[in-house]
């Protein structure tokens, strides 16, 4: 089975519910995007010194194969969505996190290469959730995604702050 469909030459991709669009179109945007995240936080995973980060970097990389699933489709009727335990979850890390890193005021990214690798994903879930909130002032978008996708960047940011704190 070849990968190659010959269609991309002409501009543009199908949505797993079967729709034909052009590959700059706003959900294509917002999926490559979300895959685009998804490809650095693998980078970071393995840069990281903390199990607990890892695995909790691990955990963000499958739902984002739920939101990308829901990105995909346009009847939103294939593969898992994400649901209210996936953002009880985030809450409960984003608590977690909180309660462990000592926050004062603006932080240089950078202070290790851990932290630095993670605030890059976190500053491309921030445009991840941009096209994704422009994509839904055209069409519907669960209102899960958009909470969902909301926090992704408070746990982020969070996760670099205590990979900071471990070195």
């Known amino acids: 089975m ?3 469909t010959g269609r991309g030459d002409k ?3 199908s949505l797993w519910s079967g729709e034909e669009v052009f590959k700059d179109d706003l959900r294509v945007e917002s999926y490559g995007t979300v895959d685009e995240l998804n490809s650095f936080l693998g980078k970071a995973k393995h840069e990281c010194g903390s199990a607990i980060v890892k695995s909790a970097i691990h955990n963000i990389q499958k739902d984002l194969f739920k939101v990308s699933s829901e990105l995909a489709s346009k009847n939103n009727k ?3 969505l994400i ?3 996936d953002i009880e979850s985030m809450k409960n890390q984003i608590n ?3 309660a462990k890193v000592d926050l004062k005021g603006f932080v ?3 202070l290790t290469t851990q932290s630095a690798y993670i605030d890059i994903c976190r500053t491309i879930a921030r445009r991840a959730e941009r096209r994704i909130v422009s994509l839904s002032r055209e069409e519907e978008i669960s209102e899960k995604l958009l909470k969902y996708i909301n926090k992704l960047s408070d746990l982020l940011y969070l996760l670099a702050r205590y990979e900071d704190q471990i070195v």
Do not use: D, L, Q
Request: aromatic share 12%.
């Open 108 to 110: 240089v990214p950078g």
């Open 78 to 80: 294939k593969g898992k």
């Open 11 to 13: 501009g543009k991709t």
């Open 2 to 4: 070849s990968i190659s």
């Open 83 to 85: 649901n209210e335990e």
């Open 96 to 98: 977690y996190y909180e």
